[in-house]
């Protein structure tokens, strides 16, 4: 016996060595990820018009970022994801429309703490189910919390919501203006902040436990890993995300209604999601793009009849392109070096 | 009567009449989701177009209202057919995702293209004489349309009910239903089988929503607006099962109506707070199959 | 020599080209084209591009460019985008159109940061136009139609008693306010307010109204958003038997819109509404605006109070146009411009007025009824002259902000 685990040791040693490595190499940042920031600050200087459109296309990323971290890491599929960027959303818009919270920044945290706090308790909850189950209970419970603020629109505002919001400004020297120049630069840096703090979760060892769960939970529950906890965990991270991402949208609209918990909202950012690619942090900048482009040309296009484009887009998307984007040029750039004599 | 019974009177009927429309569209949902673990989100789109394809029978060629009922749920059962190969077929072993953006995709373009046609003001039927109006049931009238929608939902649970239990093929869904790769060793065309499931149900998802105009109006986002009460419906009363989404409609019909009836301000809350009281106890709803 | 020529030659080209640019009027229009509400952006629209067409000759020199946007969904984000680029890229002088009350709501900080005129032609919640001192309306607020309908229903059409059930969303409320306020003003007593389900999808009234007709009131006042609830309410209305009950029902005109009436069948006749518009309305404004419409847009298309109010929030700009000598870059003259224009349209008499740069107009009492040649038909019982926003006059809640 003792001969057996003086064998066994020194490759246990080694595996261990070459997991870390593997995790730490994980970590280091090569240069294509400078990529879309870059491309997001030439956009301010190449298209000063559009910050608006820029600003909510930002706002929408990092909702979509939020959601790949249960969706596409640890493999929860919900409908209801809109409540956790409502409520973040609303708890800014209360909160400067009733306590005269203004100060943007401190807002925020406020945002991300509750919106947290509602997926911890309902993450408890509810994730002990999967599949259709729990597809339908997250979306009854996003709608139940709508109808429950509707109730009270004397206080919420209902579906005309709470106008004529202001704000501090950002760190007590910047204004907003007309362009949303300091917006778009305001959430940009939050987003640059929130998705370091995604990449790092996502390679880390609780990212890698939570591709074992997605991939097989049953081998997870066997080799003793704290499942339940494990997705609770990461179901109030990105509650809080999504809420930083609502009430971004509050701060920078100014306003806010009731439609922030819409099922379009939950469904909407899935779409986006998976048209880039789940599961690989950079699906959702792709998959927001592009989606969110091809709307707004679309539509001006041919106010009508964009639905009908984004609709035969998904389905060639799912038929020829089912791991998203981000997989069409995973494939191709294994095309190409394969092609390397 | 006494008022609290004709109150439990109307409820009970409204709720009756609103669960036939509910199970009527969402029982095609139920068995093919059961039966080969296939999300469809565009089933709405299919109850839409049967819709879209009775007003035109009835406004445009001027057939009744029932024969142009029956030929569109023929109709669009047809035309799935072509889907479920064409398309639905490709994605058996796609994962839940996949499938839900293909169909999710399809049913825009559905929705775009109803919009082309039809245009985005909502559409209504004109009803025979003997659907308008109410009718006399010796204790107290009710309205003769909703009548007619219980009517139909009873001879449809009756015809499915045997077509189920009764018959071979009845057999053969419950048993791919029950385990597909054992029916499938026992010489089941499970393929065959998936197909005229599908087609059945696209029909009947058709035929709902022609019954629906009268009740809720027709307009392109039909397709999604509904999709939730159905995917609800389907979810509470387990995949697969016909008892259970007839169940489903039964319950969560006669709630939401008594709901609306006695406690107006909380609006739709009843219905997704059985959902979940349901679901939270029996995950897999009424009758379904625990995974 | 030459070259002088030519640069005397190219000078004045350039001249003609600043001058011609500057004869043309940049308007942002911003309405629903797309999804649920489409239809209501088209009603409005129409009416613009007919006017637009029927009355250019009328401003020349000078020309409108109407760049047209999507209103997008009633949540306001969309169309505080669109609105918002329209002002900082396309440089528009006003922008017009908004359907939902949460585009104008949401919009009214830009508006007035931007100094950029907006021009309502139809979002009803009361207290939008005390949001900017850019904002004006040519539509309605919900208390126009409401208010009156308070008294007239008491006075007039004998409710002592009313229940009112309305769609669960802010214009129902204002809504069912406003006409409780009236109605209660004028001695009447409200037995019931019921709200019925959320505005995107149309519910199965039954429950609804069979609580009403449990209740036994004189008449039951109904707010539901135009178009397929309409339809709806009527059906069930219709279904329940409640006009044999002895109930009447009554409402504003969003009732029985123009385009639907037709669809309604019988349930509908009795019915008397209180609205700005209706397709038969007795004026020749009107008949002419009906006649152009349906040779423009076919037999079977109708205009309706949208439509009649997007009409004349054209006439308004294009006055304005007429009165500034085509410069409008300066827009505190343009909403200047705009307080105390009165014209006669196919509404009747419409002003704006000054204090409030809200829209005052005549308020119809109309009841449905079937014409000789089979058509559903409008015809108008009695008329309330001028009526202004009674929410502002009597400055409730946010009204008095």
Not at chain 1, 9 to 29: I, M
Not at chain 3, 14 to 23: D, E, I, N, P
Not at chain 3, 127 to 133: G, V
Not at chain 3, 227 to 247: D, N, S, W
Request: hydrophobic share 50%; aromatic share 12%; proline share 4%.
């Amino acid at each position: 016996m003792a001969a057996n685990s003086d064998a066994i040791g020194p490759h246990r040693a080694a595996a261990r060595e070459r997991a870390a490595q593997y995790l730490l190499r994980r970590h280091r940042f090569t240069w294509a990820e400078a990529l879309p920031w870059v491309i997001a600050l030439a956009c301010f200087f190449l298209f000063p018009g559009r910050m608006v459109f820029g600003n909510q296309l930002l706002i929408w990323l990092m909702f979509a970022v939020s959601l790949d971290l249960i969706l596409g890491y640890a493999g929860i599929v919900t409908l209801g994801h809109a409540a956790f960027f409502g409520i973040g959303a609303y708890a800014v818009g209360l909160g400067a429309a009733k306590l005269g919270w203004t100060e943007p920044i401190s807002g925020l945290f406020a945002a991300a703490l509750l919106a947290a706090l509602v997926g911890f308790i309902s993450g408890w909850f509810l994730l002990r189910y999967r599949g259709l189950t729990l597809l339908m209970l997250t979306l009854a419970t996003a709608i139940m919390l709508q109808e429950a603020l509707n109730l009270r629109s004397d206080f919420s505002g209902g579906y005309d919501g709470l106008p004529g919001l202001t704000f501090k400004p950002l760190l007590g020297l910047f204004d907003y203006d007309l362009y949303g120049h300091v917006n778009y630069i305001y959430v940009l840096i939050v987003l640059a902040i929130v998705f370091n703090l995604v990449r790092r979760i996502v390679y880390s060892p609780f990212g890698q436990a939570l591709t074992g769960i997605r991939e097989n939970v049953r081998r997870m529950h066997a080799i003793g890993s704290p499942v339940h906890r494990r997705l609770v965990t990461v179901y109030t991270i990105a509650a809080g995300i999504a809420g930083v991402a609502g009430a971004l949208f509050t701060q920078t609209n100014a306003y806010v209604t009731l439609s922030v918990f819409d099922f379009d909202n939950s469904a909407k950012v899935m779409i986006m999601l998976i048209l880039g690619g789940t599961g690989r942090l950079y699906g959702a900048f792709i998959g927001t793009v592009v989606y969110m482009v091809l709307e707004d040309y679309f539509s001006k296009l041919s106010p009508t009849f964009w639905q009908f484009g984004i609709g035969l887009l998904l389905v060639v998307a799912v038929l020829f392109a089912p791991r998203g984007v981000l997989g069409l040029i995973e494939d191709a750039g294994r095309f190409l070096s394969r092609r390397k004599p | 009567m006494p008022q609290f019974a004709n109150i439990a009177v109307s409820i009970l009927f409204d709720g009756l009449a609103y669960a036939m429309f509910l199970f009527i569209v969402s029982v095609g949902l139920s068995v093919t989701m059961g039966l080969m673990g296939f999300v469809n989100l565009a089933h709405g789109a299919f109850a839409m177009a049967g819709g879209y394809v009775v007003v035109s029978l009835t406004r445009n060629l001027g057939l009744g209202l029932i024969p142009s009922l029956i030929i569109s749920a023929i109709v669009v059962g047809a035309v799935s057919v072509f889907f479920e190969r064409g398309l639905y077929r490709r994605l058996y072993k796609a994962t839940d995702l996949e499938q839900v953006m293909m169909t999710i995709g399809l049913a825009f373009m559905a929705i775009a293209t109803a919009t082309y046609f039809y245009g985005p003001i909502p559409k209504s039927v004109p009803l025979p004489q003997w659907l308008q109006g109410d009718v006399n049931l010796g204790f107290r009238t009710f309205p003769s349309y909703r009548a007619f929608l219980i009517a139909v939902g009873a001879v449809l649970i009756a015809v499915l009910w045997y077509g189920f239990e009764r018959t071979n093929i009845g057999a053969k869904i419950r048993a791919a239903v029950d385990n597909r790769r054992m029916a499938e060793s026992v010489g089941i065309n499970v393929d065959l089988l998936f197909t005229l499931t599908f087609a059945v149900g696209s029909g009947l998802a058709a035929l709902g929503g022609g019954l629906a105009i009268q009740l809720l109006g027709l307009s392109p986002s039909f397709a999604v607006i509904y999709l939730v009460l159905f995917l609800i419906v389907v979810a509470v009363g387990g995949l697969g099962s016909l008892k259970g989404t007839l169940l489903a409609a039964l319950v969560l019909g006669i709630f939401d109506t008594a709901g609306k009836y006695l406690f107006a301000d909380a609006g739709g809350f009843f219905i997704y707070a059985v959902t979940v009281a349901v679901l939270l106890v029996k995950p897999a709803g009424f009758y379904g199959r625990e995974q | 020599m030459k070259l002088l020529r030519w640069l005397g030659l190219a000078a004045l080209a350039a001249a003609v080209g600043t001058a011609a640019q500057a004869q043309t009027v940049k308007i942002g229009v911003v309405l629903p084209f797309s999804g649920a509400n489409a239809d209501l952006g088209h009603q409005i629209d129409k009416a613009f591009d007919l006017y637009v067409k029927l009355h250019e000759k009328d401003i020349a020199p000078y020309k409108v460019d109407l760049i047209k946007r999507d209103e997008g969904p009633p949540t306001g984000a969309v169309a505080k985008t669109v609105t918002t680029e329209l002002i900082t890229n396309d440089k528009v002088s006003l922008v017009t159109g908004f359907v939902f009350s949460p585009s104008a709501i949401a919009l009214a900080p830009v508006v007035t940061q931007a100094k950029t005129p907006m021009i309502i032609a139809n979002a009803g919640t009361a207290w939008i136009t005390n949001l900017s001192p850019y904002i004006v309306r040519l539509s309605f607020s919900m208390w126009h139609p409401a208010y009156p309908m308070g008294a007239y229903a008491h006075d007039k059409i004998g409710c002592k008693t009313v229940a009112m059930a309305y769609t669960d969303f802010p214009p129902g409320k204002d809504s069912t306010e406003a006409f409780k306020t009236g109605f209660e003003k004028a001695g009447g007593k409200i037995v019931d307010s019921i709200p019925m389900g959320s505005p995107v999808q149309v519910p199965d009234f039954t429950p609804f109204f069979q609580k009403i007709k449990d209740e036994h009131p004189d008449c039951m006042y109904v707010f539901i958003p135009s178009g397929a609830h309409a339809v709806g309410v009527m059906k069930a209305y219709g279904e329940l038997g409640m006009r044999k009950a002895g109930i009447k029902l009554i409402g504003p005109m969003d009732l029985v819109p123009d385009n639907k009436l037709q669809d309604m069948g019988d349930a509908a006749i009795g019915t008397i509404v209180m609205g700005h518009y209706a397709r038969d309305l007795d004026n020749p404004q009107n008949k002419a605006f009906v006649a152009e419409w349906h040779k423009a847009y076919g037999a079977d298309s109708y205009p309706d109070f949208m439509s009649a109010a997007g009409w004349d929030t054209m006439h308004a700009i294009f006055d304005t146009i007429k009165k500034l000598k085509g410069n409008l870059s300066d827009g505190m003259k343009v909403v200047d411009a705009m307080k105390g224009w009165s014209t006669n349209g196919p509404r009747g008499h419409v002003m704006i007025d000054p204090a409030t740069r809200d829209i005052v107009e005549d308020e119809h009492a109309m009841e449905i009824y079937r014409e000789k040649n089979g058509k559903l038909g409008e015809k108008v019982l009695g008329t309330t002259k001028a009526v202004k926003d009674e929410c502002k006059v009597l400055k409730l809640g946010r009204c008095g902000t």
